[in-house]
């Protein structure tokens, strides 16, 4: 079995005559979009078994879940410094104590 790693906008192909592309993720759902000659048919694994057909044995179980990460700007740096700044300020509180350290744990500080 080939097992591919792609990245939006990357596609493959099978045969001459099949070309698959990756669009798009959203969550937890990739989107591709499947270029194939009519008469080859084309079915969701669910819908195969829905309808009576088997799981081919080379299909792996799910995967486990997918956590995705946030993704990195100026714009959260920034609120992560205000928000560091904001606590500096708030002196040494057991509140700001606790949510210094949560916010520790969330994003460490560089050394």
């Not at 939006?8 to 979009?33: K, S």
């Not at 499947?34 to 084309?42: F, G, K, Q, T, V």
């Not at 799910?62 to 904001?86: C, D, F, I, S």
Request: aromatic share 6%; charged share 25%; proline share 5%.
């Amino acid at each position: 079995m080939l097992h591919i790693s792609m990245r939006i906008g990357d596609y493959f192909t099978v045969g001459n005559d099949t070309v698959i592309q990756f669009d798009d993720l959203v969550g937890e759902r990739a989107r591709i979009t499947i270029n194939a000659p009519r008469e080859i048919p084309i079915l969701r694994g669910e819908v195969l078994e829905r309808g009576g057909g088997t799981r081919p044995g080379c299909v792996m179980g799910k995967a486990p879940h997918y956590v995705r990460q946030l993704q990195w700007n100026g714009a959260k740096k920034k609120a992560l410094l205000e928000m560091r700044q904001t606590l500096e300020q708030m002196g040494d509180s057991p509140e700001a104590r606790l949510l210094r350290q949560k916010l520790d744990f969330i994003f460490p500080q560089q050394a």
